[in-house]
């Protein structure tokens, strides 16, 4: 444990999961850019969100129990360069069966650099400045949102979109780089791990944690209303003639770093059970106003909406999900509620991407902020009476 929270090990792991959120963002809203561009639907782009979740659900359970016998820095090289490599082959190789495998080692990678970067960050910070250090940790994810709405608007103003995948290489290099650079786990002692007999996790039960199942099914409500948006915004803002688009992302990056920066004074104010209940909706009801009330306004409002579901809801869920976890489960027991996620997102995409094609999008995006209002009632729901 580091006695700063600033210490070169943070500083590191948060740009190494920087360019790791990048890579997410500009493939996410590249992708359906990219296959307009050349005649694919969007229940094509939707159905890339299956071999997504599929391949990241097998990373997390596999990667956290990883982390947690081998260490976080292999993980943690491995996400971003998996990411790097398969958005570079997906714009080589642009072929059906190629693009659905290319996808899953988007989710793969993905799946483990973000589990290993959120894991490491806990160990590194200080357990008093926890909060406060997990929702910094998360500000990076605020910030690539705001990069890649820009990124993309720059890269793909000629036409194609051919650069977004040649700038997710370079990021997934710099990322594998500074992952290596990381090497706090060498020199400290080596975790004491529990009897068999007082830890007994056998079969499933080492990949995903049995106590971080409440945050895992508010995890996965979150990511499945926010992946609408995430990978069909841009395309809906184009159809709707809406004048620079792009500001979505910057003003959900504002929201989420706000929320980030502000969950910690909250959590001791509120408790995390006022906190995610009041923030998922109002967010989920933000999102919906976008389909309800169509016009630029709403629409930005609902890039509030965006960035404030996923900036509460990341760092209390880690909290949540490796709260009184011994630090030789802490990486599957996030992992656990990240895979929730991940099954969200791409069950998320496949839905939406098929109810866009056959019932348009205002019908899709409301549907989307409803998913993130029921994270909110099942938190209120599942620590109901439960002290913050």
């Given at each position: 444990?580091?006695?700063?929270?600033?210490?070169?090990?943070?500083?590191?792991?948060?740009?190494?999961?920087?360019?790791?959120?990048?890579?997410?963002?500009?493939?996410?809203?590249?992708?359906?850019?990219?296959?307009?561009?050349?005649?694919?639907?969007?229940?094509?782009?939707?159905?890339?969100?299956?071999?997504?979740?599929?391949?990241?659900i097998?990373?997390?359970?596999?990667?956290?129990?990883?982390?947690?016998?081998?260490?976080?820095?292999?993980?943690?090289?491995l996400?971003?360069?998996?990411?790097?490599?398969?958005?570079?082959?997906?714009l080589?190789?642009?072929?059906?069966?190629?693009?659905?495998?290319?996808?899953?080692?988007?989710?793969?990678?993905?799946?483990?650099?973000?589990?290993?970067?959120?894991?490491?960050?806990?160990?590194?910070?200080?357990?008093?400045?926890?909060?406060?250090?997990?929702?910094?940790?998360?500000?990076?994810t605020?910030l690539?949102?705001?990069?890649?709405?820009?990124?993309?608007?720059?890269?793909?103003?000629g036409?194609?979109?051919?650069?977004i995948?040649?700038?997710?290489?370079?990021?997934?290099?710099?990322?594998?780089?500074?992952?290596?650079?990381?090497?706090?786990?060498?020199?400290?002692?080596?975790?004491?791990?529990?009897p068999?007999e007082?830890?007994?996790?056998?079969?499933?039960?080492?990949?995903?944690?049995?106590a971080?199942a409440?945050?895992?099914?508010?995890?996965?409500?979150?990511?499945?209303?926010?992946?609408?948006?995430?990978?069909?915004?841009?395309?809906?803002?184009?159809?709707?003639?809406?004048?620079?688009?792009?500001?979505?992302?910057?003003?959900?990056?504002?929201?989420?770093?706000?929320s980030?920066?502000?969950?910690?004074?909250?959590?001791?104010?509120?408790?995390?059970r006022?906190?995610?209940?009041?923030?998922?909706?109002?967010?989920?009801?933000?999102?919906?106003?976008?389909?309800?009330?169509p016009?630029?306004?709403?629409?930005?409002?609902?890039?509030?909406?965006?960035?404030?579901?996923?900036?509460?809801?990341?760092?209390?869920?880690?909290?949540?999900?490796v709260?009184?976890?011994?630090?030789?489960?802490?990486?599957?027991?996030?992992?656990?509620?990240?895979?929730?996620?991940?099954?969200?997102?791409?069950?998320g995409?496949?839905?939406?991407?098929?109810?866009?094609?056959?019932?348009?999008?205002?019908?899709?995006?409301?549907?989307?902020?409803?998913?993130?209002?029921?994270?909110?009632?099942?938190?209120?729901?599942?620590?109901?009476?439960?002290?913050?």
């Amino acid at each position: 444990m580091q006695e700063k929270l600033f210490n070169r090990y943070f500083i590191l792991i948060w740009f190494s999961m920087l360019c790791l959120m990048l890579i997410q963002n500009l493939m996410c809203s590249g992708i359906p850019l990219f296959f307009a561009s050349r005649g694919f639907s969007t229940s094509f782009a939707g159905l890339l969100g299956l071999p997504f979740a599929l391949f990241g659900i097998l990373a997390r359970t596999t990667g956290g129990y990883l982390m947690d016998r081998f260490g976080r820095r292999v993980i943690m090289i491995l996400g971003p360069l998996l990411m790097g490599i398969a958005s570079l082959l997906f714009l080589l190789l642009p072929f059906a069966p190629l693009m659905l495998l290319f996808r899953g080692l988007h989710g793969a990678g993905f799946s483990i650099g973000q589990a290993g970067s959120s894991t490491a960050t806990i160990d590194v910070t200080p357990q008093e400045k926890s909060s406060l250090g997990v929702g910094i940790f998360w500000v990076s994810t605020a910030l690539a949102i705001a990069v890649a709405g820009w990124l993309i608007e720059i890269l793909g103003s000629g036409g194609t979109y051919d650069r977004i995948f040649y700038f997710s290489f370079a990021f997934g290099v710099l990322g594998a780089i500074l992952a290596f650079l990381c090497r706090y786990e060498e020199g400290r002692p080596p975790v004491v791990r529990e009897p068999q007999e007082v830890n007994p996790l056998h079969g499933l039960r080492k990949f995903l944690y049995p106590a971080a199942a409440r945050p895992a099914v508010i995890e996965f409500f979150v990511m499945l209303g926010v992946s609408c948006c995430n990978i069909f915004i841009f395309t809906y803002a184009v159809l709707q003639g809406y004048a620079n688009p792009s500001f979505f992302m910057v003003v959900a990056a504002l929201s989420m770093t706000v929320s980030n920066l502000a969950s910690g004074r909250l959590l001791r104010a509120l408790g995390h059970r006022t906190l995610l209940s009041i923030a998922m909706v109002l967010s989920g009801a933000l999102i919906a106003l976008i389909a309800l009330v169509p016009c630029q306004a709403t629409f930005y409002l609902g890039g509030i909406g965006f960035g404030m579901a996923q900036g509460f809801s990341f760092p209390i869920l880690t909290l949540l999900a490796v709260d009184n976890v011994p630090q030789n489960h802490r990486g599957t027991a996030n992992s656990t509620m990240l895979m929730a996620g991940d099954l969200g997102v791409g069950l998320g995409t496949l839905l939406w991407g098929i109810s866009i094609q056959f019932c348009g999008f205002h019908v899709s995006i409301a549907l989307s902020g409803l998913a993130v209002i029921l994270s909110g009632v099942l938190s209120l729901l599942f620590y109901c009476r439960c002290k913050p």
